[in-house]
């Protein structure tokens, strides 16, 4: 048989979620939010959970927070649909705490299959909650952003969540700086960059 394309085989996943009741949170939701996008990107962005507007409509990042991300998104010239977006939860958890261990481990398992099927080149964090929880780490946001880091053979690129910036406006100057290095690594090293070949290397015959 041939193989199921990424899409369906997203849906697959998606209409699995759909009957979870691992977490209290799941009865309590308006809508299931999966992710959106490009299941081809090189690029997927992962934030921590949905919040009221993403629980109406069913789509993550849809409010003043996802507004910011395209702008974010666009600011290294890539069109949001280029990218996929998803979230570390897929229920919004009411009053839009932060996440709880237990509904983090209960949902990784499917955010995981999400990874697994799409592989992009790189994934961008977006804040403390969803780098933690990848990463493994108790490390701080602010110690993460600005380095790279490995997940299932996957360069990770963490940075602030657009609703932080929201309230701190005067880091966005450092999520820029994490942009300029997601971009640079899409793009490779400029050709000046690359060292030249050896000359023995040039003037080695092949068969």
């Not at 949905?50 to 993550?60: A, I, M, V």
């Not at 395209?70 to 570390?88: L, P, Q």
């Not at 080149?121 to 701080?140: D, F, H, M, N, V």
Request: proline share 9%; net charge positive.
């Amino acid at each position: 048989m041939p193989e199921l394309s990424k899409i369906k085989k997203l849906i697959i996943i998606e209409e699995n979620l759909r009957k979870c009741s691992l977490c209290a949170i799941s009865k309590s939701r308006t809508n299931l939010v999966f992710g959106t996008g490009n299941p081809d990107t090189k690029l997927m962005f992962i934030g921590e959970a949905p919040g009221r507007d993403e629980d109406l409509q069913g789509k993550p990042f849809v409010g003043r927070a996802g507004q910011l991300l395209t702008k974010i998104i666009e600011s290294i010239g890539i069109d949001r649909e280029e990218v996929y977006i998803a979230n570390i939860l897929k229920c919004r958890p009411p009053g839009n705490r932060p996440p709880e261990p237990g509904e983090i481990n209960n949902c990784e398992q499917f955010l995981k299959q999400q990874i697994e099927i799409i592989r992009p080149e790189i994934i961008c964090p977006l804040g403390r909650i969803a780098s933690q929880a990848l990463l493994k780490t108790q490390t701080q946001i602010s110690k993460l952003r600005g380095n790279s880091f490995t997940y299932e053979n996957i360069k990770l690129i963490p940075t602030y969540h657009p609703a932080y910036l929201l309230r701190n406006p005067y880091d966005k100057i450092k999520v820029w700086e994490d942009m300029k290095i997601i971009k640079e690594t899409l793009e490779g090293p400029p050709l000046e960059q690359i060292p030249p070949a050896k000359k023995n290397e040039e003037n080695q015959k092949t068969d």
